[in-house]
Each structure stands twice: as C-alpha cells, then as structure tokens.
C-alpha cells in the first residue's frame, strides 16, 4: 500500500519561515518525481516546487528564491523549506509522487502564515 505523509505544517508569522516534510512507503521512492502543491481557499491547487529523479528542481515564480525542495532517498523523504513567507503563501500543502502512469497524493498540511 502506497502512502504519502506530510508534516510540518502549522501556524507562522509573516516573514517566518517553515520546514515541510513528506515520507513515502510502498514505491521505488529513487525513481519518482516529487512535487509539493498547494491549494487556498477558492483556488486551483498549483504546483510550488518539484524534484526529480536527478535531483533536478523546479519552482513556480512566486517562491523562487524563498522556497528550497529537496529529496533524501535513503529516507523516502521530501522536504520543502520555505523562507519569508507571507499571507498569500497560506493554503493546504500536498505532496506528490510521480513516476510513469504512477500518481499518488498525501492527505495534505495546513500552512497559515497570519501576524
């Protein structure tokens, strides 16, 4: 059985920072692209950051430069740093495990940035 657990998330003031974490079981975790994305109230969820399999990341504009994804395979872990963060930064966090027809979601964590 496939899961996908995050962590991390929580309650931080404007300018703070935080560490999300996902941890995988039931795949070849070495072989996936991973991807954190979020979804606000009244949004679409998108995708905030990626990772491949060659350790090659990605990032949508409006964390570059804030936000660090990065991959442990010796742990099955995940782990999306994220840096002055601010109100447009809060939503629902989920991880992502890709790879060929193979597609799987965590449950999600909260990420409320609020003075």
């Known amino acids: 059985q496939v899961q996908l657990v995050e962590s991390g998330g929580g309650l931080v003031q404007p300018g703070g920072s935080l560490r999300l974490s996902c941890t995988a079981s039931g795949i070849t975790f070495r072989l996936y692209t991973l991807g954190w994305y979020r979804q606000a109230p009244g949004k679409q969820r998108e995708l905030v950051a990626s990772?491949?399999?060659?350790?090659?990341?990605d990032y949508v504009d409006s964390v570059k430069g804030r936000f660090t994804i990065s991959r442990d395979n010796a742990k099955n872990a995940v782990f999306l740093q994220m840096n002055r963060l601010t109100a447009e930064d809060t939503a629902v966090y989920y991880c992502n495990s890709k790879y060929q027809w193979f597609d799987y979601w965590g449950q999600g964590t909260q990420v409320t940035v609020s003075s």
């Open positions: 990772i491949t399999a060659a350790d090659r990341g």
